[in-house]
Nanobody, 117 residues
């Protein structure tokens, strides 16, 4: 059985930092790229960042470039999202998901990030 569990969300003041973790079990972690997504109330889910399975290449949505950093620890089957200089518009439920190609197959339940102004 596959488990994807996000953690690390919480309440932070604008300008602050949080590190989200995404722990994955039940799959060959090295075979999967991992993506972070977020969804704010009343808005569509958007892709935030992803990290490849092979060479750890990364990508970010423009709104978080220079502030967020994604990384993975294959020994711990975990992906991290370091979020700095947080803004109120970053507030959302953050999800991580795993993919071997086009479709993200496995999703977590999400972790709430709240940013106070």
């Amino acid at each position: 059985e596959v488990h994807v569990v996000e953690s690390g969300g919480g309440l932070v003041q604008a300008g602050g930092s949080l590190t989200l973790s995404c722990a994955v079990s039940g799959i060959a972690f090295d075979d999967y790229a991992i993506g972070w997504f977020r969804q704010a109330p009343g808005q569509q889910r958007e892709g935030v960042s992803c990290i490849s399975r092979l060479d750890d290449s990364t990508s970010y949505v423009d709104s978080v470039k220079g502030r967020f950093t994604i990384s993975r620890d294959n020994a711990k089957n975990t992906v991290y999202l370091q979020m700095n200089s947080l803004k109120p518009e970053d507030a959302a439920v953050y999800y991580c998901a795993a993919t071997r190609g086009v479709e993200y197959l496995y999703w977590g339940q999400g972790t709430q990030v709240t940013v106070s102004s």
